[in-house]
């Protein structure tokens, strides 16, 4: 409903807001006080869904391995694919005694995990056989890379170790013996075994990353056994040992010596290299039936929200009134009290949606023009802000469609400048189990729209 009777009373409240560009009309303090500013206040509704997400876009060294049900959200299942990272010309650093490889390991680090903790699971690894695709999103079919019948070895394990005592646990991240929890997993030595004959007869495998990326394409991670919790993986790396005679010291006497002991080759999982995260989600198809109260967001992958903006409506009913404040703020329930329930993803990010393949394709972040963010508060709601560039977007590019936006979780870094302000590092799609529900009842979809316009 347009205000325009209470003139007075908005002016006042655009005089309060003078300080925000958003606000602030170029000049209106030097026109003549017959150009009197009008002010009117709208109220639309806008309208939201869930929609079903197959896949993302997840070009990350992170991932998450695991499976879990949420009696809310569904059931999620998540495994990965990775390569190494080889330094140009690599070689081992020593030879081998009598040539012979000791051992093989892959280690899987992770810090936090969500689900039951003492669930038992089991890790099993495949080598891959053929060349990965750089596609980065989350829907590829694993057998399509990886030898299904051949494991190169495997681990129960539960995502709280009870081996570690609460006094390694309690150690700060500077003292030696720091905790970082991990799963261990005992390869074939033949496989490191390959790797060092391999640097001896044919050096050139190990002579750049494609060289070697074709030599040894990767692994597959996945589970084979359990439910019930999901691994948020920080790194992942292969530790090829062996015993060599040829390590030196200098002794007092300033005289070199040598002798025996274990050398440790490690390849990691770097941004240099590909990691393919592969997520399946099911038994959401609840949270896609339309109703009025309700809408879902589940990640990683799984749901998102979409709003529609009334923008044919707005326009007709402000003709060319200047759009000066549309305040948008999604207001969530409180998570459900089960135990293991997921946690509301902690920040979000508007955008119209046809913008959200090349947003993370191409590693942008938010503008304030067209992509917005808005962070989870204690009062169980995403501010936004004023988006009203938004609207005058759509208003120059497409002002006969209504505004289709879509709602999506992410993992935010952010730093600060020497003036404390805060920067957005980057910005990409939130890998770790989460899920919100969006209230749609009452007065909840109700938007106001603030325009002006000079009365000459």
Known sequence: MKVRAFLLLCLTVLAMSSC?????????????????TIVAVDTFTMTASTIKIDSIYARTITSTLGEFYDPLYGKLKSDYICQFYCEEGFQFRYKPVEGKIESVKLEIFYTTSIGDTLTPMRAEVFPIERALPRHFYTNFDPTDFADMSSSLGGKTYTAYDMSVSDSIRGLSSSDSLYYVPKITIDLPTSLGQAFYDESVSNPASFANQPAFNNYFPGLYITNTFGTGSVLNVDGTRMIISYMTDQLTTTGSNGQD???????NE?????????QLTRLYNSDV??????????????TPAGVFTRLVIPTTEIFGKTDNNIVNRFQLTLKATPQPEWRYALAPPANLLIMP????????????????????????????????????????????????????????????????????NVLTSSISNYLVPSGVT??????????QVVTSRYAN
């Open 20 to 36: 925000n560009d958003d606000l602030s009309l170029v000049g209106g303090s030097i026109r003549p006080d017959s150009d009197v």
């Open 285 to 298: 198809e609840e949270l896609l039936v339309h109703n009025d109260d309700y809408a879902f967001l589940k």
């Open 266 to 274: 490690v390849f990691l999982v770097t941004n240099e290299v590909i």
């Open 438 to 447: 969006l209230r749609k009842d009452g007065d909840h979809m109700k938007i």
């Open 353 to 420: 949606e046809d913008s959200l393949t090349n947003f993370f394709e191409n590693r942008r972040t938010e503008d304030y023009v067209t992509i917005f963010p808005a962070s989870y508060s204690d009062a169980y709601s995403y501010d936004f802000g004023n988006i009203s560039s938004l609207l005058t977007a759509q208003k120059d590019n497409a002002p006969d469609e209504d505004l289709r936006l879509i709602v999506v979780p992410v993992e935010r870094v952010i730093s600060q400048d020497s003036y404390g």
């Open 257 to 263: 010596s040598t002798y025996m002991g274990r050398v």
